[in-house]
């Protein structure tokens, strides 16, 4: 049987998501293997600009819903509505980007579909006999990975983290469809109303696009120290970065997070201070071009990804560099 790969294509306003041209990447490589498709739901959009940019990324089938708007409709709704047009052409693989909002709407469709959900894959690949999707995920608790089948419920529905493939080179010579699609849609049973929307502001620290990056981690101890990682990535022109316990302590905000849970970030230069190495947060610097680390344990997991590792007490050696900087 085919290999038909259909991915959800996330919008933001008029335009594509990045991480629905990300998808596009794998669902290709998937599709190809077993000689199937490759077909993109986008909602809430109308213009067809969104849908050539899929096909030119790889597409070849991109179905277009105006009427599923998410600042309208919860979520429950738009999940039931996108079932029935997955349910019509029964897919293999249904991909997602692991996204706030497909965290939600991905578990909801499954549970529709009556199947599960790989949620928040590095990889995606298909076994040695092309016969079912393979994903990688950390293993909760410790810096081991697994590999995730869903092998008996079909659509295998994944989630993928932003971030981890690079988009394929646009080739404005492929051609395929783009379908409007009109979808009255019932929300009278849904459980959630929505009211409105506002909108969030942007975050000032844009880390993903960011070239330079120095993040801080528990080992420094407290936020007052911690101002010494912001004034670094100030000198240096960069932006501040932080490990999940940092945010929880309220130390920055969760903009600022890189990981599993926060932001895949690719600079050219990644400075990780008090940071010990945990695979939740070392997934998000896997594109770093050149790494150092600042650590007083010379084992920390952090100093295998480094390419320069400072041994040493960070609250002596930032204040060293900071200086050092500013004076160049
Ligand atoms: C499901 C799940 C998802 C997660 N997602 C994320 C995520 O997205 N991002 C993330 O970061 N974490 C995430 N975590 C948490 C992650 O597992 C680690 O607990 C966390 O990354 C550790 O943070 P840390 O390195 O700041 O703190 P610690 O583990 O406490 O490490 C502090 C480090 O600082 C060093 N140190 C101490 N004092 C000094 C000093 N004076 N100078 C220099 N170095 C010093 C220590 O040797 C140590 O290596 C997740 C966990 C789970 C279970």
């Not at 790889?58 to 039931?80: H, M, N, T, W």
């Not at 997955?86 to 692991?98: K, N, Q, S, Y």
């Not at 670094?232 to 945010?247: D, F, K, W, Y």
Request: net charge neutral; aromatic share 6%.
């Amino acid at each position: 049987m085919a290999n038909n790969v259909w991915i959800f294509a996330e919008t933001r306003g008029k335009a594509l998501h990045p991480v629905a041209v990300e998808l596009l990447t794998p669902a290709r490589t998937l599709a190809d293997r077993r000689g199937g498709t490759v077909t993109a739901l986008a909602c809430g959009v109308e213009n067809e600009t969104v849908g050539q940019d899929l096909i030119v990324h790889g597409a070849d089938r991109v179905f277009i819903f105006p009427d599923l708007s998410f600042s309208r409709l919860p979520p429950e709704s738009i999940a039931r509505t996108l079932a029935l047009f997955i349910r019509a052409e029964d897919p293999e693989t249904v991909l997602f980007g692991a996204t706030s909002l497909a965290r939600d709407l991905a578990p909801r469709l499954a549970t529709i579909l009556n199947t599960g959900v790989m949620a928040d894959c590095l990889t995606l690949d298909l076994t040695a006999e092309n016969q079912a999707l393979v994903g990688t995920k950390p293993v909760p608790g410790g810096n081991l990975m697994a590999t995730i089948l869903c092998p008996r419920h079909r659509p295998q529905v994944a989630t993928l983290l932003p971030g981890m493939y690079e988009p394929r080179p646009p080739d404005t010579g492929r051609s395929g469809e783009v379908l409007l699609k009109d979808t009255p849609v019932g929300t009278r049973d849904a459980k959630v109303r929505m009211v409105g929307e506002e909108g969030k502001k942007k975050s000032a620290s844009a880390l993903e696009d960011a070239q330079i990056v120095v993040a801080g981690g528990m080992g420094m101890e407290t936020r007052q120290n911690f101002r010494l990682v912001e004034e670094l990535a100030m000198v240096l022109g960069g932006t501040v970065g932080a490990t999940r316990p940092v945010v929880e302590e309220g130390w920055v905000s969760p903009d600022h997070m890189i990981g599993q849970s926060g932001k895949i970030i690719h600079p050219r230069l990644y400075i990780a201070v008090g940071i010990y190495g945990s695979i939740y947060h070392t997934i998000g610097i896997q594109r770093a071009q050149t790494v150092v680390a600042i650590n007083t344990d010379p084992y920390a997991p952090i100093f295998c990804f480094a390419q320069y590792a400072i041994v040493g007490d960070a609250k002596k050696i930032l204040p060293a560099l900071i200086d050092r900087f500013r004076k160049r």
